[in-house]
């Protein structure tokens, strides 16, 4: 069943589609920001509660904020959210260097020495998208190492990912996504069914049939996604995997 008519602004709606399963497991920005699920849903929300939402996302906004002033575009367009969640030619658009220096002074200001490796080291690595955030900025591919399984599960979950629909009943769909393996370097490894959550109290983000693209965050089916837009994803997903694992693969001083 496709998607119904949904209102509210198409950029206020993309953010919050993307926003809402770290917010709800309360990974990111404030706490139980209940008006991200309902413009998510396409409820109406009052003028500007988006907007001061998604200021308060410390890693996402200083994002949005500096792709849009390159791009000439508001930070909560949908041309700027399109082109950070999941890529797109506005993508290509973005002087990663600049945004790179702009970034890393920002974050390494409020992370303090806890995050010592944001510096500029890190500007091989920078490219204007989500997962570069997941998967330079955050620490989790610094702690592969140690074996343990954590970090491994939360750059596949936090990382946007997409999926060809196998099967869609009322809660969640079946859809067929790749996951992240890690032996001394991270791969993307062969597509593999995994059934994710599709529902919220306040109903679907996006209708799905089967053959479809869904964009996966957190085990959750947050946006249903052109074929081009699915094509863009896996292969910036795949292109920053490998800037990253020159990182992880040059000799330890």
């Given amino acids: 069943m496709r998607e119904r008519d949904q209102s509210g602004d198409p950029g206020e709606r993309l953010f919050a589609r ?3 399963a770290p917010n709800a497991l309360g ?15 396409g409820l109406p929300t009052e003028a500007g509660a988006v907007r001061r939402v998604a200021r308060q996302f410390s890693g996402v906004w200083p994002y949005q904020v500096l792709m849009g002033e390159q791009l000439g575009l508001d930070p909560l367009s949908e041309g700027v959210g399109r082109a950070y969640w999941t890529g797109s030619e506005d993508t290509d658009r973005v002087d990663s260097r600049v945004l790179g220096e702009r970034l890393i002074e920002r974050f390494a200001a409020q992370a303090g020495h806890y995050w010592s490796h944001l510096d500029a080291e890190l500007l091989s690595e920078v490219s204007p998208t989500h997962v570069f955030h997941v998967l330079g900025v955050y620490p989790w591919t610094r702690l592969l190492a140690t074996g343990l399984p954590e970090p491994l599960h939360v750059l596949d979950s936090c990382r946007i990912r997409a999926g060809r629909v196998l099967d ?16 001394q370097r991270l791969v993307v490894d ?3 069914p995994e059934r994710v959550t599709r529902r919220t109290e306040d109903g679907v983000m996006a209708d799905f049939d089967e053959g479809d ?5 957190w085990s959750f089916a947050c946006d249903r996604l052109t074929a081009a837009q699915a094509a863009t994803l896996i292969a910036s997903s795949a292109e920053q995997v490998t ?11």
Avoid: F, I, M
């Fill in 18 to 20: 993307y926003a809402h």
């Fill in 27 to 41: 990974y990111c920005g404030p706490t139980a920001a209940a008006v991200l699920q309902q413009a998510a849903c």
């Fill in 168 to 183: 869609v009943d009322e809660d969640s769909v079946l859809v067929e996504v790749d996951v992240l393996a890690y032996d």
């Fill in 190 to 192: 062969e597509p593999r």
């Fill in 213 to 217: 693209w869904a964009a996966l965050h």
């Fill in 243 to 253: 800037l990253t694992n020159v990182r992880l693969t040059l000799p330890k001083t």
